[in-house]
């Protein structure tokens, strides 16, 4: 506790005052474009990773980076989503997983949940990331599996996430995008989902595709 209190007082100090303006701006009203969608592992750290300042993210973290398909368990996640595009008209929605990812190993483990019920029955919603393991991955190697499967993870949350009819219906209309991002702790490098090259390219050389193109926020 004691760092954290010192924390603090580096922020009140360091941070805040140098930025009062923004935060009396942030205190009548929130516009963020982006929602970022990352697991609660205590390694990713989103602001510092992207750089962004207060009101720049919209940020729902779950373990695993689960999103569970449309109305099969309204709570959290759902209305994180369903708030930030009905409300906040975010233009932008990142599905962002993470290297040595404890979800996916457990995953591969499942006796590894037999103490946690509740965290065994949340991870059911990874089980569909086997649809979308890279086909060329060995089976017989323990860490590709576990970062294929980690990959392969983002995609199926992905699809998850566009059964949402608020996300689907952005999407059609063409005010909204979705992405999908691995982030490696140890490199501190990004990788984004290619849709049309079907694999997962350095965040440097990532193209948004033309029809990328947003209508105007409304």
Partial sequence: MKRLLEGYAKFRREAFEPRKDHFHLLSEIQ???????????????????????????????????????????????????????????????????????????????????????????WLRYIESAWNYLDPGVSRDDPKALHTALIHANVIAQMENLKTHPEIARGLTYGTIQVHGWYYDILTGTIEAWDQKARRFVPLEEFVLPEEAILAPRS
């Fill in 31 to 121: 516009s963020p474009e982006v929602l970022f969608i990352t697991c609660a592992d205590s390694r990713i750290v989103p602001d510092l990773i992207l750089q962004t300042e207060p009101g720049d993210l919209f940020i729902c973290r779950v373990v695993g980076n689960v999103v569970p398909p449309a109305g099969e368990l309204p709570g959290g996640v759902s209305s994180t989503i369903e708030y930030a595009v009905e409300v906040l008209k975010v233009r932008h929605v990142i599905v962002c997983g993470h290297s040595d990812c404890g979800a996916a190993k457990a995953a591969l483990n499942r006796d590894s949940l037999q103490r946690l019920p509740l965290t065994e029955k």
